[in-house]
């Protein structure tokens, strides 16, 4: 089983910066996109920002130039830095890994989530 815990959320001022940290652990053979996903009160969940096992990234354009994905494959661990943060950026932020659980077994898994609130 794998398990995903996120780590970094709390309450910013507009401006201020937040780095957010999920770690996979359990039955691990290896793991290919990570991403980072948020949803806020009344709306859907968006995508923010992906990375690939390579460390090719994609963002949504709400947070491109303020929020940088990396990860470290050593430690299974993914990080969101959120710099310049903005009160629209308010949500709960949840992590996700596409992790290689067998030879040709991929499956999804999400964190807790945790909550990001900017106030202005």
């Known amino acids: 089983q794998v398990q995903l815990v996120e780590s970094g959320g709390g309450l910013v001022q507009a401006g201020g910066s937040l780095r957010l940290s999920c770690a996979a652990s359990?039955?691990?053979?290896?793991?290919?996109?990570m991403g980072w996903y948020r949803q806020a009160p009344g709306k859907q969940r968006e995508l923010v920002a992906t990375?690939?096992?390579?460390?090719?990234?994609n963002y949504a354009d709400s947070v491109k130039g303020r929020f940088t994905i990396s990860r470290d494959n050593a430690k299974n661990t993914v990080y969101l830095q959120m710099n310049s943060l903005k009160p629209e950026d308010t949500a709960v932020y949840y992590c996700?890994?596409?992790?290689?659980?067998?030879?040709?077994?991929?499956?999804?898994?999400w964190g807790q989530g945790t909550q990001v609130t900017v106030s202005s």
């Open positions: 990375i690939t096992n390579s460390g090719r990234t």
């Open positions: 996700n890994a596409d992790v290689k659980t067998g030879w040709y077994r991929f499956t999804a898994y």
């Open positions: 359990g039955s691990i053979f290896g793991i290919n996109d």
